[in-house]
């Protein structure tokens, strides 16, 4: 590290002279502007499901969902408490739908996913199409998207939401409207987007070309099923075993134009080559169990934990069942700005 700069009466004088101007000498605060590697308050973190569904179960008796907008728990980095963080740039919360209860129609500038935990057979209405939500299926709402949810089902349904809210808070970029209505009109048949793109397959016509995937669900079955088709192969990554990218068809790019989506696939018995990137990741369990030690903290994950990495710290997986993981991050954003990094070690 740079040495300190030296500090003598004359330089505090000057000092206290401009800082009544705005300004302050470069000099005094480079080297924590410019860090040898990623300096950040985020922590690793381990959130037990049992816990979650539990405070869970007391807000469903403290709130309804209409009234709340969201009946949501935020889960914040111990680091970083009071922000509404998960990591530096993203946000993470628990929502619980009730049978009969609905989550009023509105958008947002913020990007939102969900990843679904418990339950069977709400839904979710994104731009004028309902989707039937089961357990792991990953389910977009694209920026400015109108979105409300409801849960017609007998059992309550619990699941993972990311947002982008720190990093559009970043930037002064937030807008919020309300529809005025709990439910918005549906214009088109269930399962209307999957058909168009989801058979490897587009519509020829117009080109429509957003920047989040017009898939806005991608249904746990599928996913699954190609894990296991792939692990017929063998062919394992060291530092990740099988693990996919969720797409946007139309452009192969990450299914999120702020949030990379995964779901990988580790054996049992396995145990990662020790991997770090710049991008903090949450990851959510679906099946198996298992051990992750991240930095110098170890974390015990079983069906539904959710844990976070920071930046930059290194991750060893260990498996002690077949396990499949979801995951999600900031990946897409630091590759737009060309300040994405990976330490696969010499794996
Ligand atoms: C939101 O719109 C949802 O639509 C969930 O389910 C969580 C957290 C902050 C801001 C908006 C949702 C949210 C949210």
């Known amino acids: 590290m740079q040495s300190q700069v030296q500090d003598t009466p004359e330089r505090r004088a000057f000092y206290e002279k401009i800082d009544k101007c705005n300004m302050t000498a470069l000099w005094t605060v480079m080297s924590a502007l410019i860090t040898p590697e990623p300096k950040s308050g985020c922590v690793p973190f381990l959130w037990k499901?049992?816990?979650?569904?539990?405070?869970?179960?007391?807000?469903?008796?403290?709130?309804?969902?209409?009234?709340?907008?969201?009946?949501?728990?935020?889960?914040?980095?111990?680091?970083?408490r009071g922000q509404s963080r998960v990591t530096t740039s993203l946000y993470a919360g628990v929502q619980l739908v009730i049978p009969g209860e609905v989550a009023p129609a509105h958008?947002?500038?913020?990007?939102?996913?969900?990843?679904?935990?418990?339950?069977?057979?709400?839904?979710?209405?994104?731009?004028?199409?309902?989707?039937?939500?089961?357990?792991?299926?990953?389910?977009?709402?694209?920026?400015?998207?109108?979105?409300?949810?409801?849960?017609?089902?007998?059992?309550?349904?619990?699941?993972?939401?990311?947002l982008d809210i720190p990093l559009v808070q970043f930037l002064d970029a937030s807008f919020v409207e309300h529809l005025g209505q709990d439910e918005q009109p549906i214009a088109r048949p269930e399962g209307d987007a999957?058909?168009?793109?989801g058979a490897n397959m587009m519509p020829v016509g117009r080109a429509r070309g957003g920047a989040t995937s017009p898939i806005f669900n991608y249904p746990y079955s599928r996913s699954r099923e190609a894990l296991e088709r792939m692990r017929l192969s063998g062919e394992w990554d060291p530092c990740h075993g099988l693990k996919m990218r969720y797409i946007n068809p139309e452009t192969g790019d990450h299914a999120m134009p702020t949030m990379g989506t995964f779901l990988q696939l580790l054996p049992k018995g396995f145990t990662s080559a020790r991997y770090r990137s710049t991008d903090a990741t949450v990851f959510?369990?679906?099946?198996?169990?298992?051990?992750?030690?991240?930095?110098?903290?170890?974390v015990e994950w079983g069906p539904k934990d959710i844990f976070v990495a920071p930046s930059w710290k290194p991750i060893v997986h260990v498996t002690t069942e077949d396990a499949v993981i979801f995951s999600y991050s900031d990946q897409p954003v630091q590759q737009k700005l060309g300040i994405w990094r990976e330490d696969r070690g010499n794996a």
């Open 284 to 298: 959510s369990v679906v099946e198996g169990r298992g051990r992750s030690r991240i930095g110098d903290v170890s």
């Open 107 to 162: 958008r947002h500038s913020q990007s939102a996913l969900r990843f679904v935990m418990e339950g069977s057979g709400a839904y979710t209405a994104v731009n004028g199409e309902k989707t039937r939500m089961e357990v792991g299926d990953f389910v977009i709402t694209p920026s400015q998207a109108w979105h409300d949810h409801g849960n017609m089902s007998d059992k309550p349904m619990f699941w993972l939401d990311g």
């Open 194 to 197: 999957l058909a168009r793109y």
């Open 49 to 80: 499901f049992s816990e979650i569904r539990e405070a869970m179960l007391e807000a469903g008796k403290l709130i309804t969902a209409k009234e709340a907008e969201r009946r949501v728990l935020i889960l914040e980095n111990p680091g970083l």
